[in-house]
């Protein structure tokens, strides 16, 4: 009996091998791919360089806030946009980055009622809130908003909702009266 080079065993060998192959190109290309989604830039390395909250709202220069997470794919789809946005106003606003999963920033988790991420918070030069938006937001949105915010305008497309990761807070803050989120239900307290 001859030793055949064709036999099942050595057709498994060869099946296996190109699907370890293809599993491994898959996974290269996903990595590479989400690397350029987000056109390598990190949420954790923007959020590093962005100013910190508590200058942010002293400094005299209007502020763009986001509430994001690292897992958040909508915060990773707008990245790059928002890199952009800061290289190109970072000199007259101030951008703020504040991670919902670091249990320091529950407070303004709280406060501001981030219950879908990412979320934006607008504050005029002196650190007072006068605007919000949720969800992924366009660029040119964003700018438009921006350049209100600059000119001390009324924001058009706040308030809008687009697509968010949903998050829910580690503690739920107590509702009042006046919370428009309510729509006028009477709140037991």
């Known amino acids: 009996m001859s030793n055949s080079s064709n036999s099942p065993k050595d057709g498994k060998k060869v099946r296996n091998s190109l699907i370890a192959l293809v599993a491994i190109a898959l996974g290269i290309s996903i990595f590479l791919g989400l690397q350029t989604e987000t056109g390598g830039i990190s949420l954790e390395k923007q959020a590093e360089k962005s100013v910190p909250l508590e200058i942010a709202l002293n400094n005299g220069k209007p502020t763009l806030t986001e509430f994001y997470a690292n897992w958040c794919t909508s915060c990773q789809a707008m990245a790059k946009d928002l890199a952009e946005l800061k290289q190109q106003y970072g000199e007259q606003v101030n951008f703020v980055m504040l991670n919902v999963d670091n249990s320091k920033w529950i407070p303004e988790v709280l406060r501001y009622q981030v219950d879908g991420i990412p979320h934006f918070v607008f504050f005029d030069d ?31 497309y706040t308030y809008t909702q687009g697509q968010v990761s949903k998050f829910q807070a580690p503690v739920t803050p107590k509702a009042s009266q006046n919370d428009p989120r309510s729509h006028g239900a009477q709140v037991q307290m």
């Open 126 to 156: 002196q650190g007072k809130a006068i605007a919000e938006t949720i969800g992924e937001q366009p660029r040119n949105i964003l700018e438009i908003d921006l350049n209100a915010l600059i000119a001390s305008q009324p924001l058009p």
